[in-house]
């Protein structure tokens, strides 16, 4: 974690991972990604923080850093132009969410939702599923094993599951960070979500169902989180991504919910070691030839 302060108060926080982008071959060569940061909400900060995260990084040595902020609108456009100015090069690829606004009241809310949407609601409360929220860890474990089968019957890979059960432990234990939001149906779990929330937003960051049982429990998980999320006196939940133009599969069950989409700066990278850098370019030149030729060959 890199954190920067100003008169006692957190003003820039970064959640950073290293990443080994020539593999187990060249191990010593890493690099840094920050997701969906570095949050700073400033833009004489978010340029000292940044400045002195590539310092510390060279120090590290550092091949390279990359971040991914959820930073919109007029912010954005400023930043890009200051984090030209200071090396940063941005990455191809779009980036954008669905956010929805909690400022009606619960009726107008579900009334604002697509038709399907709220039938699938009732019939889902209709048809006996209840939803809890997480209170232990042999929760945590239940939904951890339904989000692994799921994405084993998909054949995608979805995040670790130690991972995440990692991080639904840390999130049973202070409830008010987030919650786990778990469908019931006579007994058995059909589905789960997992909110987090920071400040005046919360985030849908993992989801999980279950193709057995009689009622779909999705939009159901969804509706109680964003109710919990209004209690919480959030004014924003966002559903954690959505890729434009798609018509089916998550991006129809979100936009169930909210046609409302948020763009952010893509993401962007500097290079701190050029030397580094330049042999991962080339170990990636030759894994990227070696891969063609596996599949060329008869």
Not at 9 to 15: D, E, F, I, K, V
Not at 191 to 206: D, K, L, M, P, T
Request: proline fraction near 3%; include cysteine.
């Amino acid at each position: 974690m890199a954190l920067l302060r100003r008169q006692g108060q957190l003003q820039w926080y970064a959640h950073c991972g290293v990443l080994y982008p020539a593999g187990r071959v060249l191990r010593p060569i890493r690099a840094l990604r920050v997701n969906r940061g570095p949050i700073c909400d400033d833009l004489e900060l978010m340029e000292i923080g940044l400045r002195q995260l590539v310092a510390e990084s060279r120090k590290r040595r550092i091949a390279y850093v990359e971040i991914a902020p959820e930073w919109t609108g007029d912010f954005a456009e400023s930043a890009s132009t200051v984090l030209a100015q200071n090396g940063w090069q941005a990455l191809p690829g779009a980036r954008s969410s669905l956010r929805l606004d909690l400022n009606p009241d619960l009726e107008h809310l579900f009334a604002s939702f697509r038709k399907t949407t709220r039938n699938s609601i009732r019939q889902a409360e209709g048809g006996g599923i209840k939803v809890t929220i997480a209170h232990d860890e042999t929760d945590c474990r239940d939904f951890v094993r339904l989000y692994a089968t799921m994405f084993s019957q998909k054949r995608i890979h979805g995040d670790d599951s130690d991972f995440v059960f990692r991080k639904l432990r840390w999130l049973v234990a202070d409830q008010g960070r987030g919650g786990l939001f778990l469908a019931w149906e006579d007994g058995i779990l059909r589905g789960g979500a997992a909110i987090f929330r920071s400040g005046i937003r919360c985030w849908y960051v993992w989801g999980a169902t279950s193709k057995d049982g009689n009622r779909s429990s999705g939009h159901l998980l969804q509706w109680q989180a964003i109710q919990w999320a209004k209690e919480q006196g959030c004014l924003e939940y966002d559903f954690g991504g959505v890729r434009e133009g798609i018509k089916t599969g998550p991006a129809l069950f979100k936009t169930g919910f909210c046609d409302r989409v948020v763009h952010f700066l893509p993401p962007h990278r500097h290079v701190v070691s050029e030397g580094r850098y330049r042999i991962l370019n080339v170990v990636s030149g030759v894994r990227r030839r070696l891969w063609r030729q596996s599949f060329e060959s008869p």
